[in-house]
């Protein structure tokens, strides 16, 4: 980090404000007080004490004692402690048993906080894969020498040298270059080199099109250049991020806000039956250790034990589920949090398209050929007015291919998954169009060896290679120049074209059909180049720059793009389907942003860039964003600004990135999608959930699984307050009406741990109806538990309550206390086995759901029965419960009561199956 005397420096000052990409190179020099034979010793030492080492600075991390510690701030864990503190210190009245009992609730409390202290352990590691990113070692001029020195010494004024395979280690102006091709993806997100140069660039310029500037941790793919530093450490753009990933805050997701929320109505629940108990309990003249006892029945009952592991346990489930669908989930509450999406903030490149460029179009002779066929596997039609043709029988289809392969320095590769590309993705695009057309470019090579070339340069926009080679116009043994490039270039060299197999001169009116045609293959968002050759009948080996800027003959244009996912357009359309907004975010142009958006299917809306972000504010970003789909040209902290604009409408973001340059964004989003396949170990660390295949429709898929897991954490929820409502219930009505409770403590501890759990795991992996996503999205402002399922929960609480007081009222005036209290224990029990398979749905019955289609739960039951049987039948088991046995007929009873609760429940669903569903999705004050 900077000292405070760091702070004054002048040179500091004027540098941090100065647009380096603004003003010529030699200025830049000047301004750092630098020189092009480089910094003298002395002069590096005092600048590394003026200006600091050239490193990014990360924030002090949390002990984890305290991160430990933090897991404890719950209202729940409060409840759960004093659950177990009132069972530790019933032990001196009542036995053993309750000692057990406060062992298992301390654990469960002890579990959930390891869980939580794992998850929030790994957000941190986002910063530490930052701070991994600079580059070790880089090579200078210091004392007129070069020396190599590591990259935490250069200081600005450093003249800093570069080739092919090097990473930048600090933000450069470019004072020399020579073929300088950088990969600046990690930044911009942008997987195609970007070509640099030297001369200055407007002051607006985003990052994306500053080339004359390098910046730390982008790759060096070719060439060689000479820069200047004239940012280190935080100050870089690389640094900028690293602060803005520093200072994002992490808020908590739905799902904590909703448990919390739950947390808090248990306690007042917990607080109101405790205090009602004990003036009921006082007004039947019960004596202190009565009264103590129902505190505890309540405390038991009133608590979901096991409910904070349940949770964690569906959530796991649900990310087991979601990586056989390509989606890695690194923290557990994100699995329900995408489930709750609003909008879904995507990538372009290599996301909703497939990040290989491929050639779509061709233009020769005054015909267009449409190619088919995605990525770089070499299988595709040529078709001419939509018919089929074969492109062996077109003589300058094939010579457009053949040059198009041969002046190409890529090739084309295959494992045993799938075919790539080595080299630059668009003369990739070319070699695999020439491969469709059975045109292997080895063969070619060896056919037609390669005797010179002149590589592509910036600012000469071309490329050529010499061969021996027949053309359509030569002879066996001539050398041709074939030459790729820029439209403009490579039309002003040429002074013939192919029409029809034949060379003839080119006309104005040539030259207008041309630059008409790639002006509108640029608007449907291709990438154009054109290609030409110049036949030597007499050559030496060696090219020069002369001999091919004049007499070209013009071959044709190649149209390529970045094809979008034929899945990615199956997702969007299940978007609009779900309610869900997707909005494109790219570092591409707008015309490309804008075909992509089409092509996809996105919904109609603005196309803004980043230098149109620039100029709102944050209110007037917030009041337009529900109108813009394509945001184009965004630069890093741009993302930022959007995930804010939209969170402060209300929505719920979930946003997909891969490079560092997302970092910042996929941590402040509701969920961070990194890219497992494209992204940087820094997206990854920052995210929410990794994509396996970098696809968009495994997003879609993710949202799809979260919401089938929120309608499962809803039913457990159902489920599992049913059985402690209807606990509560039983134990008011008997204490008012008898002056008895109906269940031991450790009666209820077993409902609670046992039998719920026999229900509410195996709930948690029901198989999902199939309606999820054409649902509407979730309102933020509705959590777990909605009006109608709160009604829901109190009506069913209340009939299993009521039913059991009446059992045990009618046994308790025939029988044993002991007996009687067996039988309101087998009947809750019950209940909650018939109710298990009825919280599958609130909306569709168990027959149309299917019986037997949850395997887990049809078991689990089962071993529940097994269990229960057991607590009544088995000696030990009835001494440690406070059970006896049951004859046939009793247990007729318990069946009759719990399976009648059931066929009112499932009747309920055939004749109104909506009527519990009022404020699901959207509360009810909301328009």
């Known amino acids: 980090m900077q000292s405070s005397k760091n702070q004054n420096s002048p040179i500091l000052m004027e540098s941090s404000g100065t647009n380096w990409h603004n003003i010529p190179g030699q200025e830049a020099l000047a301004k750092t007080g630098s020189r092009i034979s480089g910094l003298i010793e002395n002069e590096a030492k005092e600048r590394i004490i003026r200006y600091g080492a050239n490193e990014l600075v990360g924030k002090k991390q949390t002990p984890l004692i305290v991160v430990f510690l933090r897991q404890f701030r719950s209202p729940m864990i409060y409840v759960l402690l004093a659950a177990g503190i009132i069972s530790l210190l019933s032990q001196f009245f009542t036995g ?3 000692f057990i009992d406060a062992i298992v609730i301390f654990g469960v409390i002890v579990l959930n906080a390891v869980i939580g202290t794992l998850q929030e352990g790994r957000a941190e590691k986002a910063m530490e894969a930052l701070l991994e990113m600079a580059a070790p070692k880089a090579k200078v001029r210091r004392n007129g020498n070069i020396e190599t020195i590591p990259a935490r010494q250069i200081v600005p004024g450093d003249i800093v040298l570069f080739e092919a ?26 997987s195609v080199p970007v070509e640099k140069q030297l001369a200055p660039v407007p002051e607006d310029a985003i990052i994306a099109e500053r080339t004359n500037m390098l910046f730390m941790s982008t790759i060096i793919t070719s060439g060689r250049a000479v820069g200047v530093a004239v940012l280190t450490g935080m100050a870089t753009e690389i640094g900028k991020i690293a602060t803005g990933l520093a200072e994002v805050k992490q808020e908590e997701t739905p799902l904590q806000r909703n448990i919390k929320k739950l947390s808090r109505y248990l306690v007042f629940v917990f607080l109101g039956v405790s205090v009602l108990l004990v003036v009921i309990g006082l007004r039947q003249g019960l004596g202190l250790f009565d009264l103590f006892m129902l505190a505890i029945s309540a405390a038991v009952a009133s608590i979901p034990e096991g409910l904070p592991a349940v949770v964690t346990v569906v959530l796991a489930i649900g990310m087991r589920s979601m990586a056989r669908r390509n989606a890695i989930v690194r923290k557990l509450v994100a699995v329900e949090t995408l489930g709750s999406a609003t909008v879904i903030c995507s990538d372009k490149t290599g996301t909703l398209t497939l990040n290989q460029m491929t050639v779509r179009r061709i233009y020769a002779g005054g015909r267009f050929i449409e190619l088919t066929g995605e990525g770089y596997e070499p299988k595709g039609e040529f078709r001419q007015d939509g018919e089929k043709i074969d ?45 469709k057309a059975d045109l292997n470019k080895a063969d070619l090579e060896k056919a037609y060896p390669r005797q010179d070339e002149l590589p592509f340069a910036s600012e000469k926009q071309y490329m050529v290679t010499l061969h021996y080679m027949a053309t359509l116009h030569s002879e066996a043994g001539h050398k041709t120049a074939f030459i790729k490039g820029s439209v403009e270039k490579i039309l002003s060299y040429s002074k013939s074209i192919l029409k029809n197999g034949r060379v003839v001169g080119i006309t104005e009116s040539d030259y207008a059909a041309v630059s008409e045609t790639a002006m509108n293959m640029g608007k449907d968002a291709l990438r154009v180049i054109a290609l030409a050759y110049r036949d030597f009948p007499e050559k030496s080996d060696k090219l020069t720059e002369a001999e091919i800027q004049d007499n070209l003959t013009f071959i044709g244009l190649a149209g390529m793009s970045d094809p979008p996912r034929q899945e990615a357009k199956e997702a969007v359309a299940l978007c609009k389907q779900a309610g869900i907004k997707v909005k494109m975010i790219t570092g591409d142009n707008r015309i490309t942003a804008e075909s992509v958006a089409r092509q996809v299917g996105l919904p109609p809306g603005r196309a803004v860039t980043g230098a149109d972000l620039q100029k709102m504010s944050d209110e007037e970003l917030a009041n337009e964003i529900k109108d813009i789909s394509v945001f184009a040209r965004i630069e890093p902290l741009h993302k930022m600004r959007i995930v804010n604009a939209l969170k402060a409408n209300g ?17 402040a989003a509701d969920i961070g999608v990194a890219m497992g396949v494209a992204g940087t170990d820094v997206s990854k660390e920052a995210s929410d959930m990794v994509l396996a295949d970098d696809n968009f429709a495994s997003v879609v898929s993710a949202v799809d699984e979260g919401r089938a897991i929120f309608n499962r954490l809803r039913n457990v929820l159902f489920y599992t307050l049913n059985t402690n409502l209807g606990e509560l219930v039983t134990l008011v009505l008997a204490l008012v009406f008898i002056g008895q409770s109906p269940l031991l403590a450790v009666q209820i501890l077993w409902i609670n741990l046992v039998t719920d759990t026999a229900g509410d795991i195996p709930l948690g992996m029901e198989p ?3 309606d999820e996503l054409k649902q509407p999205p979730r309102h933020p402002g509705v959590g777990l538990i909605y009006p109608g399922l709160f009604v829901r929960t109190m009506v069913m609480a209340a009939l299993i309550g009521l039913g059991t007081f009446l059992i045990f009222r009618w046994a308790e005036a025939r029988m044993s206390i002991e007996e009687a209290r067996t039988l309101a224990f087998c009947t809750i029990v019950a209940c909650e086995w018939f109710m298990a398979f009825s919280a599958r749905s609130d909306e569709h019955t168990v027959f149309r759901l299917g019986v037997f289609r949850n395997r887990a739960l049809v078991l689990s039951i089962g071993l529940a029965v097994v269990l229960q049987i057991a607590v009544v039948y088995v000696p030990f088991m009835q001494a440690a419960f406070g059970t006896v046995p049951l004859t046939l007929t009793e247990w007729g009873v318990v069946v009759l009561a719990a399976g009648g609760l059931f066929a009112i429940e499932e009747l309920r669903k055939v004749i109104s199956p909506k009527l519990y569903s009022f404020g699901k999705y959207k509360p009810l004050k909301s328009n």
């Open 651 to 667: 929505e719920i973001v979930a946003m997909t990135g891969d490079g560092v340059n997302d970092a910042p964004a996929l941590k």
């Open 165 to 190: 395979g090097d990473k930048v280690p600090v933000d450069v102006r470019l004072l020399e270059s020579a073929n300088l091709k950088v990969n600046e993806s990690a930044l911009t997100g942008e």
């Open 768 to 770: 999902k109806f199939g």
């Open 96 to 98: 053993q048993e309750h």
């Open 391 to 435: 492109p062996a029988e077109d003589d300058q289809i094939m010579l457009l291919l053949r040059a198009g392969a041969l002046c190409n320095d890529a090739s084309l590769t295959r494992n045993i998954e799938k075919y790539g590309i080595f080299g630059d993705p668009t003369e990739g695009a070319l070699v695999v169009a020439a491969a």
